[in-house]
């Protein structure tokens, strides 16, 4: 085991050195009480030729005041050396001891902090407890965290590690997502034929538009009706809840917040690694391709101007109206436990990279276009398995796509 992957607590002492200003048996007791003003631990290492000799402390400087009588020794005492007055450095530490042996000697001589020097009696610095608390505290360095919202919880990974549900619950994802797409492609195409033939010439037609214009309008109209039912479907869903809980458990993480329901419950909805900024890009692109009917290959650098500048407000704004809800409690619990479950395998797994093949694996999205996959087919049987559904869906869906 390195020492980057050793646990906290089996780390050597040296990893959690502190550097201070240090003083030489020659500095003044004036120097000396300036570096006792900024000193962490309130004392100054005092070192001659690279060795510890002692230490200058507030104690010091309580006694050696006491021994002045009046200004005039005051004022000598200030400008003399702090040689005779520093104290024994006391207990020392090796820079090879583990957290335990540190905080055993500290207790065994009822002290905050100790000196470390080498065997060869060079001093490297000193440590307390508090530096300890510091760093055993602090938020580990994690990679990027991603995520995904499912029907039976939140699913966490780093690429490396993983947490919370596993690969039926994304296939179940996926199953749903190419579901429901394709009942509300049909229905929407179902709505549309039953509109042109109950309302014969709409008002597209009524206002003599050119074939240019419908065709623009038509492909935006449509496209906009799709995605604003689907987008409704979700906010509907308990997909929204779970997505908001794994946004919110992601920002805990990146915050150092506590991994506790009050603090998460904070958490903002939003995240900008979300992938519905993605799609946020990829409707504005769309949007401007649907104009190119109308203004010819400018359309597509139109959607791409959209795409650049307004992807992420967009995204921000989908996020807060469709694709998240305020999370129950069981919802941020899901997030919760698939956020420590994660932690605790990053940390065993340590400081070593994915490999590319690992990555993708753990990423979600294999098993998300597996349940898709698995969803059309599943539709493709049943159309070909019903006749009805055969000769009713077949040609609608011809004239929807041709």
Known sequence: MTAMQRQPEERLLVHFLRRVREATPRTTLGDALALL???PHRAVPVVDAGRLVGLFSERCLTRALLCARDDAGRAALRQGPISGLMESPGPLAAPDWTLDQFLLACDAHTRDFLPVVEASGR??????????LDELLAVPSLPPIGGMATPLGVYLTTGGATGGVGGVALALTGLLTC???????????????TLREAVPGLWIHWLGVAEPVRQSLGTLLGA?????AFLGLLRL???????AAEHQVVHAIERGE??????????????????????????????????SPLIGSFGYLLGGLLALGFWRSLGGWLQRHFTTRTATTVQLRSGIDAANELLA?????????????????????????LGYALGGGLLALLVWL?????????PLIHELLF
């Open 345 to 369: 395998r990053q940390a065993r797994r340590g400081d070593e990279p994915p490999g590319g093949l690992v990555r993708i694996g753990r990423s979600g999205m294999v098993h998300i276009l």
């Open 386 to 394: 019903v006749p009805s559904l055969r000769s009713g869906l077949l």
């Open 224 to 228: 906009l009706g799709f995605g604003v």
């Open 37 to 39: 003003r900024i000193a």
């Open 258 to 291: 506590p991994l506790l329901m009050e603090s998460v419950r904070l958490m903002p909805r939003e995240h900008p690694r979300c992938g519905t900024n993605f799609i946020a890009a990829a409707a504005l692109l769309s949007a401007g391709g649907a104009l």
């Open 123 to 132: 001093f490297l610095g000193l440590i307390a407890r508090s530096d300890l």
């Open 179 to 193: 579901l429901t797409q394709s009942l509300l492609y049909v229905g929407l195409g179902a709505l549309g034929g």
């Open 237 to 243: 869903s308990p997909l929204a809840g779970y997505h």
